[in-house]
């Protein structure tokens, strides 16, 4: 139904585009320079001297046991792997945590690392100011 749509148009109509991704873009200066020496420091592969993506063993070695475990390729939930995310989640607020074992924590699993946390906590910050979300600092050893 359109009148159902009608506010979150609205709502979107208020949001702006943000501006184009810093780490990405240097990607794009590392292509367009012509230097026969520049060096990519960019995101993306390891490259060899002929520019080739060069793999970690470390990295062979990871695919190699999960290869062995003959996962069936499945999306993933929205959310992420559930129990990642609780053990991730209990590893930053610590097993004592009230809110967290009372179920007032929200979690969930991001691709790209905490970049697309961030994102997401811009935006509720932005747009959502009503909402109260904090995020746990890295606890000493």
């Known amino acids: 139904h359109p009148q159902l749509l009608a506010p979150a148009r609205r709502f979107w109509a208020g949001v702006q585009q943000g501006p184009p991704d810093a780490i990405l873009g240097l990607n794009d200066l ?4 012509p230097n026969p020496k520049k060096v990519s420091l960019g995101v993306g592969a390891y490259r060899d001297n002929d520019g080739k993506p060069w793999v970690l063993s470390s990295v062979r070695e ?3 046991r999960l290869l062995a475990q003959n996962c069936d390729h499945e999306y993933l939930p929205i959310t992420g792997l559930g129990g ?5 989640t209990k590893l930053a607020f ?3 945590c009230e809110p967290l074992n009372s179920g007032r924590i929200a979690a969930t699993q991001v691709l790209s690392g905490t970049g ?3 994102v997401a906590a811009n935006f509720m910050e932005k747009f959502m100011p009503c909402l109260l979300y904090t995020s ?3 606890r000493d050893s």
């Open 30 to 33: 590392f292509k367009a320079d």
């Open 62 to 64: 990871a695919e190699s």
């Open 84 to 88: 990642f995310v609780d053990a991730a």
């Open 94 to 96: 610590g097993e004592e």
């Open 116 to 118: 697309g946390l961030r």
């Open 136 to 138: 746990p600092s890295p």
